[in-house]
């Protein structure tokens, strides 16, 4: 079965403009979580969505938002970049219960100028 | 909240030798995961192991839950195996966590010929 896609797989920005990044989960999938990785902080959870509805967040400002679809596929909103900002996006997918197993995308650069 | 601690940090090998990489966490966890992070970024399943062995070819991994940690063992590595590796986890601990993941900072892992 088809895994788990994130679109676009790279993009640059200027500071000041917003960004819209696309999961779409494994089929049966109805958790989906985004993680920020950069070299300084290593991997950091963002947010869960678990059938349309946020269940965790993380410690990240409100410039970072999300939201997941009734075919549980998830959108995640980043507004104002900052140069900071600049990252792997990773999402993963799971059944939603705690202990399934979680399988990630390929990831989206972005590259904040 | 939970505390991941891999080691070592950064590990050199000669292709043909064996290695063990180490995850310690700080509380009880429901999820336990090892991951390859290939070049371009993504990464990749290796073992669901809250508890208990598990081989997959070159790989094992063991988790022993009652004393917080997991190894991950890699027998006559190869170049192919150079890259990133992470240990990730998640707890019911305090609340729902379903989805949310805490990584470890990594271990680098480089296998010359």
């Known amino acids: 079965k088809a895994g788990v896609t994130q679109t676009p797989r790279y993009l640059i920005k200027t500071r000041g403009q917003q960004v819209t990044l696309s999961c779409s989960p494994i089929?049966?999938?109805?958790?989906v979580s985004w993680y920020q990785q950069t070299p300084g902080q290593g991997l950091q959870f963002l947010f869960e969505?678990?059938?349309?509805?946020?269940?965790n967040k993380g410690n990240f400002p409100g410039r970072f938002s999300g939201r997941q679809f009734s075919n549980s596929r998830s959108e995640m909103n980043v507004s104002t970049l900052e140069l900071g900002d600049s990252a792997l996006y990773l999402c993963a997918t799971g059944t939603g219960r705690g202990e399934a197993e979680a399988f990630f995308g390929q990831g989206t650069r972005l590259t904040v100028v | 909240g939970i505390q991941v601690e891999q080691s070592p940090p950064d590990l050199i090998l000669q292709e043909g030798a064996n290695s063990t990489l180490r995850c310690n966490f700080s509380?009880?966890?429901?999820?336990l995961q090892w991951f390859h992070q290939n070049p371009w970024g993504q990464l990749i399943n290796l073992f669901y192991?809250?508890?208990g062995t598990k081989q997959n070819g070159r790989l094992s991994a063991t988790t022993v839950a009652t004393e917080r940690y997991s190894l991950l063992y890699i027998s006559s590595s190869q170049t192919t195996d150079s890259g990133v590796y992470f240990c990730?986890?998640?707890?019911?601990?305090?609340?729902?966590?379903?989805?949310?993941?805490?990584f470890g900072q990594g271990t680098i892992l480089t296998v010359h010929p």
């Open positions: 509380d009880s966890v429901n999820n």
């Open positions: 089929s049966g999938h109805r958790s």
């Open positions: 969505y678990f059938s349309e509805t946020q269940r």
């Open positions: 990730a986890v998640s707890t019911n601990a305090g609340g729902t966590s379903y989805g949310k993941l805490t």
């Open positions: 192991i809250p508890s």
